[in-house]
């Protein structure tokens, strides 16, 4: 059985646009590039269990983020903030999601 996260791993393919265009800002892609090696990862209960404890965290800063930006929006009558907000949002919640996996990992290889 494939370890689905490790599908997240062909995002940093969008990397590539970064190169082949001068939008560098999307060689930050190639950070997904690291999911990769989650290909020989079995995905066992504890796995399981590490991830969805990491991805809570990033879920509730998601909405309350977007909450925000919404009221902020609607405040200011400014579209920007919610196009803002949208990057800040995805840039947050991802790196929160990898810094808690990483985290709960070793921890995990810690304890053996």
Known sequence: MKNKLSF???????GIVGIITEYRSFLSFFAFLVYFRYFNV?????????VRKAVVPGFF?????????????????DEKIIFISFIINYIVSILIFTILLTFYELKESRSR
């Open 61 to 77: 800063i998601n909405i309350v983020v977007m909450s925000i930006a919404v009221v902020l929006t609607v405040i200011f009558q």
């Open 8 to 14: 997240l791993g062909f995002l940093g393919l969008i």
């Open 42 to 50: 079995i995905p066992d209960e504890l796995f399981k269990s590490n």
